[in-house]
């Protein structure tokens, strides 16, 4: 019994050191910056994650939100947290065609189900590549919205219809699929976006179904391709020197909030909202929201398969094996249920 009591005196010593350890790490005030509108799920989102680092530094690492690019353009995120002009960043790879080649093989065709266990699938299949590809930064997780479309000014049913065609892609994957088909690409950060639809620069975007109706988009198209086209992958990454700066119990907090598991929570709650603009534009006047045959999913399967082997030059480039990043890829899809 003595030597009981003791050892739950000593659990108890050691917990409120370690407490008062933490109690006394330097107050940090964390810069969080995404390009996204407030009103979008993932702002509240990241909030709950940081909320919940807070809690668990004891309160030593504070936060502040910083939506709608305040802190800079969409285009610039990775840079603003590689420079410390945030501490963590909301990241679209593909917005820099060709400096990420191994992530940008999570948005090619017909490869993701669905957004919550594909942002799982995703963070656990990158982490093997993201302290070489983004060395610049501290990588928190990655993750994904739920399966994007195509969405058009006229019907499209065929791949031979966007020859031709002027077409915003979500990333540099999807953009390589647009020149395969004979369609030019138009660049545009997804808050630029309507307007470059509005003004006919460009006929026809790539976008995911609830972030249409968020940023308007659907004021200006209106017709609705109804398959899992492609996803785009994101990444939340750190400013590398805020983190060294940290105390240890500090970093073991953030390491603890970088994982898997809250790249599908942070992840979760974006693809129940971008699912569920499908049945908002489905009861839409004036939209049409459509399938494909089985005749022309197949031509379309046929039609883009040829941007595995664009994209794996760029890869091999890189110094990757890009049979092994994509068969990685797809055995870790199959393992968390989130291949198409």
């Known amino acids: 019994m003595k030597g009981a009591r003791w050892l739950s005196l000593c659990t108890l010593a050691l917990s409120m050191c370690m407490g008062n350890a933490m109690a006394q790490d330097k107050h940090i005030d964390l810069k969080l910056a995404t390009w996204l509108p407030p009103q979008h799920p993932l702002n509240p989102a990241l909030q709950v994650w940081a909320e919940d680092i807070k809690k668990?530094?004891?309160?030593?690492?504070?936060?502040?939100?910083?939506?709608?690019?305040?802190?800079?353009?969409a285009f610039?995120?990775?840079?603003?947290?590689?420079?410390?002009?945030?501490?963590?960043?909301?990241?679209?790879p593909g917005y820099q065609p060709g400096r990420f080649p191994v992530i940008a093989g999570a948005s090619m065709p017909f490869l993701f189900s669905n957004g919550k266990s594909g942002s799982a699938a995703i963070d656990a299949w990158y982490r093997q590549y993201a302290a070489k590809e983004m060395k610049d930064v501290h990588f928190c997780f990655a993750f994904v919205h739920d399966p994007g479309a195509l969405h058009s000014h006229k019907k499209i049913v065929s791949p031979d219809e966007i020859r031709g065609m002027k077409i915003r892609p979500a990333t540099s994957t999807v953009g390589q699929m647009v020149t395969l088909l004979g369609g030019?690409?138009?660049?545009?950060?997804?808050?630029?976006?309507?307007?470059?639809?509005e003004r006919r620069v460009a006929d026809a975007i790539t976008f995911p179904w609830g972030s249409l109706v968020l940023f308007g988009i659907d004021k200006v198209v209106k017709f609705h391709m109804d398959v899992p086209l492609y996803t785009t992958p994101f990444v939340w990454v750190m400013n590398q020197a805020k983190y060294d700066a940290m105390s240890a119990a500090q970093k073991k907090v953030i390491d603890a909030h970088c994982n898997t598991e809250w790249a599908e929570k942070v992840g979760a709650p974006w693809a129940d909202f971008e699912f569920a603009g499908r049945g908002k534009l489905s009861a839409e006047p004036g939209h049409e929201v459509y399938k494909l045959t089985p005749g022309q999913l197949a031509a379309w399967h046929k039609a883009v398969a040829p941007v595995e082997a664009q994209w794996a030059?760029?890869?091999r480039k890189s110094g990757y094996d890009p049979k092994s990043v994509l068969d990685s890829l797809k055995q870790t899809l199959s393992k968390y249920k989130a291949g198409f």
């Open 56 to 73: 668990a530094s004891g309160g030593s690492l504070g936060y502040a939100l910083f939506p709608s690019e305040q802190l800079g353009k």
């Open 76 to 92: 610039d995120h990775y840079d603003m947290a590689r420079d410390g002009i945030a501490d963590f960043a909301y990241v679209n």
């Open 184 to 197: 030019t690409n138009v660049q545009s950060s997804a808050p630029e976006a309507r307007d470059v639809l």
């Open 313 to 315: 030059d760029g890869v």
